[in-house]
């Protein structure tokens, strides 16, 4: 009994499976993307210590309020 005939694969890749692997890393670069822009402030501020306290005050009320209070219209 020939040992390569159960070590050839017996797999089938059709086009579809191509397009859903190209969606795959497609999504997976575009939500790194959302994520640096989301967290920008905060990935800028770590890596600017000189600072100081102010920006992370800015920071923690981007985080509470989800925006400056300056844009809150009364």
Same mark, same amino acid.
Request: hydrophobic share 50%; aromatic share 8%; charged share 20%.
């Given at each position: ?21 190209? *969606? ?20 800028v501020s770590f890596f600017k210590r000189d600072k100081?306290?102010?920006? *992370? ?7 509470e309020y989800g925006g400056d209070q300056d844009d809150?219209?009364?």
């Open positions: 009994m020939k040992i390569i005939l159960f070590l050839r694969p017996m797999m089938y890749l059709d086009p579809g499976s191509g397009s859903f692997l190209i *969606q795959i890393l497609l999504a997976g670069l575009l939500g790194i993307g959302v994520a640096v822009r989301i967290y920008w402030k905060k990935i100081g306290e102010g920006i *992370q005050e800015e920071l923690d009320t981007l985080d809150d219209v009364a």
